[in-house]
């Protein structure tokens, strides 16, 4: 038998977080933004690429031998990833509960959809804008509400130092700024 996933040791590591609930269990908190680039991109999918995937396989179809046929070997593999993304999508906007940060603009605490800038305790100061899951992008400064940074930020106010677990140890972050999307009419 192997060995290969069993725990060496039950001790607990120093640096454990509350467990998170699995995805499909947390609440699927998302900005109107978000939803509304989900939601075309599931349109998009449906209405344009999918149909024309389709007439791409019914043609190759039409020409003979499947095995050895290219076209429908490929369209057929893309429309299966597009009809499980479609499922995703579907699924996940169904779950959505639309939160629009806008309503706390003027607040100095961090709540969803804030954009917070902090200080660590290098002297290095980061922004972050808080999001829900499936909108999320690190590279533009987005990360998860269910996320450890997010979860530290999350209710503080300007001014207050809050801890963050991390495996290398306790950080402290200092909130310096905190600000919201403008409402719109």
């Given at each position: 038998m192997s060995k290969a996933f069993t725990r060496e040791t039950d001790e607990e590591t120093p640096y454990s977080l509350p467990p998170?609930?699995?995805?499909?269990?947390?609440?699927n908190y998302m900005t109107p933004g978000g939803y509304a680039s989900l939601r075309s991109e599931l349109l998009q999918l449906m209405d344009e690429e999918?149909?024309?995937?389709?007439?791409?396989?019914?043609?190759a179809a039409r020409n003979g031998d499947r095995s050895e046929n290219g076209d429908y070997l490929y369209g057929k593999k893309r429309l299966r990833e597009i009809d499980r993304r479609i499922r995703?999508?579907?699924s996940r906007l169904e779950t959505a509960e639309i939160v629009d940060p806008s309503v706390h603009a003027g607040s100095d605490q961090v709540f969803f959809g804030a954009t917070a800038r902090y200080l660590d305790e290098q002297g290095k100061e980061t922004t972050v804008t808080i999001k829900g899951i499936d909108e999320a992008d690190s590279g533009q400064g987005e990360i998860s509400w269910i996320s450890p940074v997010a979860r530290a930020l999350l209710k503080a106010r300007?001014?207050?130092e809050v801890r963050l677990e991390t495996p290398s140890g306790m950080r402290l972050l200092e909130i310096l700024?905190?600000?919201?999307?403008?409402?719109?009419?």
């Open positions: 998170l609930p699995p995805l499909g269990a947390a609440r999918r149909p024309q995937v389709v007439e791409v396989v019914h043609w995703f999508l579907t300007i001014g207050d700024s905190v600000s919201y999307p403008d409402r719109s009419v």
